[in-house]
């Protein structure tokens, strides 16, 4: 069974950064998608950014772009996945979930079959 678990969430003033992670296991992951999603209260859920495992290619959402760096690494059938986020502003303020996916570069929720159990992430101004 598929399994996701997100670590590294908390508070951090604006300008911070905060590295995130998700632990994967219960599948091989050569051929999926992983990703980060965000939800702020009273706001649905939004793509952050995509990795596509087997390539290592990634896709940013453009309110990220050049602040948020996603990373991943495998170690003992577990896949990991990282968040770094630099230059962080209140709006990034949310609960972040990591996500696994069969669908190659895709950005829509829907395609996403597993999530972990959300860190929230908390930008002061």
Same mark, same amino acid.
């Given at each position: 069974? #598929?399994?996701?678990? #997100?670590? !590294?969430?908390?508070? $951090?003033? /604006?300008?911070? *950064?905060?590295?995130?992670?998700? /632990? /994967?296991? !219960?599948?091989?992951? *050569?051929? $999926?998608?992983?990703? @980060?999603?965000?939800?702020?209260?009273?706001?649905?859920? #939004?793509?952050? $950014?995509?990795?596509? @495992?087997?390539?290592?290619?990634? +896709?940013?959402?453009?309110? $990220?772009?050049?602040?948020?760096?996603?990373?991943?690494?495998?170690?003992?059938?577990?896949?990991?996945? +990282?968040?770094?986020?630099?230059?962080?502003?209140? #709006?990034? &303020? /949310?609960?972040? +979930?990591?996500?696994? *996916?069969?669908?190659?570069? &895709?950005? @829509?929720? !829907?395609?996403?079959?597993? @999530?972990?159990?959300?860190?929230?992430?908390?930008?002061?101004?």
């Amino acid at each position: 069974q #598929e399994q996701l678990v #997100e670590s !590294g969430g908390g508070l $951090v003033q /604006a300008g911070g *950064s905060l590295r995130l992670s998700c /632990a /994967a296991s !219960g599948r091989t992951f *050569s051929s $999926v998608t992983m990703a @980060w999603f965000r939800q702020a209260p009273g706001k649905e859920r #939004e793509f952050v $950014v995509g990795i596509t @495992w087997s390539s290592g290619g990634t +896709y940013y959402a453009d309110s $990220v772009k050049g602040r948020f760096t996603i990373s991943r690494d495998t170690a003992k059938n577990i896949a990991y996945l +990282y968040l770094q986020m630099n230059s962080l502003k209140p #709006e990034d &303020t /949310a609960v972040y +979930y990591c996500a696994l *996916s069969d669908a190659s570069g &895709t950005r @829509w929720s !829907g395609d996403f079959h597993a @999530w972990g159990q959300g860190t929230q992430v908390t930008v002061s101004s």
